[in-house]
């Protein structure tokens, strides 16, 4: 494993980070599935402890990932640890049986007191806004509430977590503003709609944090056209078949380098995420031990050559792709 800086912050991070939304469970709100099925906890336990074993420091998570069960499996099997470092996010809120938010200051600070209950922690090391867009940052409230946070010691840094497809209106608010210390943005080899700026954000000391780099799994090259996902996992109604059967096909250039590099397509890809400087950290999902061995072996540095390869495919037979799973939501 090797470890970075979090842009201008003290903090260190493994490069490959845990991912730990699967593990909250297969949580529905109303007919919205919020989690990726059922988990069970012995395993996420266990999935835990082996990424601690292969390096892993890196923890992000947030309070609807299981509705608070993810933060409190993390606090029991890292309470202590103080070579850790644990990142949750705020404002994704159920209510009244429906998917809402809540970025006001009277909840963000109620919710961080929550999150760190659970997560057996006096402060939290990063608290992010969980898809705080414009309008919300332009009215201020919540990024009162965050100064504030830190300014109590709640927290040590804070920063926001972009939307999955259009990140760049929130991402530049915050750098204009000088505002935050790290950006959560989606990267893959689908979806690159983000690494301008990345690029842009990582020349200014933002730490950057990848997430979503399989893509849901569609890049591990497991799924066939017969796959089927349970009603209280998320990709039932987003990784369809025509979504695999699309990507299968737009991917074959890609992984073309598994051959050349010795590599497994999930190590190709998120050594293409890594391969990038002004990444701190790449967050893939972990929700079993054999998953932490898989994501944090293999890793290697991508000629340039090759990285402007899965940037040109992003120019060209990827874009349809990225909006047929837009349209899924």
Known sequence: MQYRKFGNTDLTVSEVGFGAWAIGGGDMVGETAIGWGATDDSTSKEAIKAALDNGITFFDTADI???????????????????????????????????????????????????????????????????????????????????????????RYWGLSLNTFY????????????LGYGLQVVLNIINQKGLALIK???????????????????????????????PNDHRNKRLTKDVIQNSTEALQPVWALCEKYNISKTALALSYILSYEEVSTVIPGIRTKEQALTNTNGIKKLDEKDSALIESLNENSFQQLLKLIESKG
């Open 167 to 178: 990140p760049d209106a929130e991402g530049d608010y915050l750098m204009e503003n000088k």
């Open 200 to 230: 842009k954000a990582g020349a200014k000391g933002y730490g950057i944090i990848a997430r979503m780099p399989l893509q849901f799994g569609l890049l591990t090259g497991k799924f066939t056209e017969q796959t089927t996902f349970e």
């Open 65 to 155: 990932y299981g509705l608070g069960h993810s933060e409190s499996l993390l606090g029991e099997m890292l309470n202590g640890n103080k070579d850790v470092v644990i990142a949750t996010k705020v404002g994704n809120v159920a209510r009244n049986n429906q998917f809402t938010t809540d970025y006001t200051k009277d909840y963000i600070l109620l919710a961080c007191e929550e999150s760190l209950k659970r997560l057996k922690k006096d402060v939290i090391d990063y608290y992010q806004l969980h898809s705080a867009r414009v309008p919300q940052l332009q009215q201020g409230d919540c990024i009162e509430a965050m100064q504030l946070l830190q300014q109590q010691g709640k927290i």
